[in-house]
Each structure stands twice: as C-alpha cells, then as structure tokens.
C-alpha cells in the first residue's frame, strides 16, 4: 500500500469503492485528482505529488528540482519534475512539468524509496533550468557539500552534447565554494568574472581571512554588522589588522551592505589593487637579481 495516501483508480474499486463513491468523493475534495487515474485520499502532500508521478508513469525518474529537493538541496518545489524515456507522450497538469530523454542507469539512485536521479545529475539539470542568481548561488552552497567538482565534469563529459553541459563548465570554474556569508559568495564570483580569483576563508598566521592573495600580500574582509556591534569582535579584529599590518600585508575593508548594493565597483576596485601590487612586487624581485 502506498504510504503517501496516493492510490490508483483501480486500487480503490479492489479495495470495495464503488466508481460512483470515488467520483463523488473527489466532487466533495475528499479525494484529490492529481492525475489520470491517480488520487490522494486527502490533502497531497510533496512526497504523495512525486508517488503519484511514478504510479502515473512508472517509467519516470525524479529529476531537476524535485530531485535537489529529494537530495535537501533545494526548498520543496511547487512545480514537480520527472524525466520519462523519448518514447512517452504526456499532457500534464500545472504542478508538473515532464522531460523527455534517456537516462543511463547508472545516473539513477533513490530516495524515499523512489527512483531519483543523483545529486550531480540533478545539480546539473537545474543549473539548466534556474535563473542564472539562483543557479550560482546552488552550486556554490552544494558543490563539494553535496555534489564532488570531480562528477559534474565527468557528466559534462559523458553529457557533452546535452543543453547545460557547456554552463555546468562555466560553473566548475566560477563556483565560489568556501565562501562563508552570502556577501562574500558574490564578491568571489564578482572576482573570478574579473580573471582575479582570490581564495577564500584563508589562515594568515594565526588569523583567518576572508580573502588572501599571498602573491600580492592583500587581504580582502567583508565586514558584516556584528564587526560594528560586537565589542569582541571589534577588539580582535584591530589586533588582527595590526598584525597584518606589521607583517607587510595590505588589508581592503569593505561592508556587507555595499557589497550588496556596490559590487561591480568593489570588485574592480580590488582586482585593479591585486595587479597594480603583483607588478610592483615581480618589478621589485627583478631589480633585486
């Protein structure tokens, strides 16, 4: 027995209700029609929405959104989505949205004890179907979280000539992954837009920095409000930017708030400090040889 209350048309006339019973029950909203044949028994829930894909059609794999949700990647979705083989034609409700193309066996795992497709694959299609904000922000919170670098470039190798292969590479080499705050995620793409990827969330001494280029000995913080709020951390922060200070390193400061509402111009800003000061120092280093 399904144990998301979901059953099919002919589930319910074995179980001894009548057709009369079960239409009469769905022009009451005591049952719910989802799809052709298949009913909820009450309110449906997101897990009874996908059983009743897979009993609709069992050929389908939870896939795209649906799938990231399966994996805790993503918010539940409102719309549902399932990938079915090329050969299946469906008209479907407003609530689901059905792709069509083969999936090999091995991109197919499962979850709730229904077929989904695997955290990478399903990454990977939704990077074709979001926003590009919204794409960005889920590779960098669950690329080497949920998802390993290592298998999207296999599947952008295996799935080369599938629309998204050629955006999903675009992501493995913009994905700001250890950033620690949104703020910071932005500013680290803002840079490697710029060819001036700096790496995030770095040990300098005994410190850790927000952003560091050893080359050009810069450091990058994004201050958010507790720096003005938290006598503690305002405290350690002066010794630590003393400390960098004396050391030789350039210390940029910048806040939360203008890294939302002024990027372009902090990013540049930074990316035109980090090559002035790597001239200068490789400029430096040859004079004295």
Not at 183 to 193: D, N, V, Y
């Amino acid at each position: 027995m399904n144990p998301f209350g979901i059953r099919t048309r002919e589930d319910l006339l074995r179980e001894g209700v009548a057709s009369s019973t079960i239409d009469n029950r769905v022009r009451q909203g005591v049952y719910h029609r989802l799809l052709p044949k298949i009913y909820s028994l009450g309110t449906p829930t997101a897990l009874g929405r996908c059983a009743a894909i897979l009993l609709w059609a069992p050929d389908a794999t939870l896939s795209h959104r649906t799938a990231a949700w399966m994996w805790g990647m993503l918010p539940e979705p409102t719309v549902f989505e399932a990938t079915v083989p090329p050969v299946q034609v469906r008209t479907t409700p407003n609530w689901l949205s059905i792709y069509r193309r083969q999936l090999r066996p091995e991109l197919i795992g499962e979850s709730w004890a229904m077929p989904t497709v695997e955290p990478a694959r399903a990454l990977f299609d939704c990077v074709t179907v979001l926003p590009k904000e919204a794409a960005d922000r889920l590779i960098d919170e669950q690329l080497g979280r949920k998802v390993d670098a290592n298998r999207l470039l296999e599947l952008c190798q295996l799935d080369g000539g599938l629309t998204g292969a050629p955006e999903v590479r675009r992501q493995l080499t913009t994905a700001a992954q250890w950033a620690a705050s949104e703020p910071e995620r932005m500013f680290a793409r803002a840079l490697t837009a710029r060819h001036c990827p700096l790496p995030a969330n770095r040990s300098v001494g005994p410190y850790l920095c927000d952003f560091v280029d050893e080359r050009s000995k810069l450091v990058v913080e994004i201050d958010g409000r507790e720096f003005h709020s938290e006598a503690a951390v305002f405290r350690n922060d002066r010794r630590r930017q003393n400390w960098l200070l004396l050391e030789g390193w350039l210390v940029l400061r910048y806040a939360a708030y203008d890294v939302y509402n002024h990027l372009d111009e902090i990013a540049d800003e930074v990316a035109d400090v980090v090559r002035r000061r790597r001239r200068a120092k490789a400029t430096s280093r040859s004079h004295a040889t």
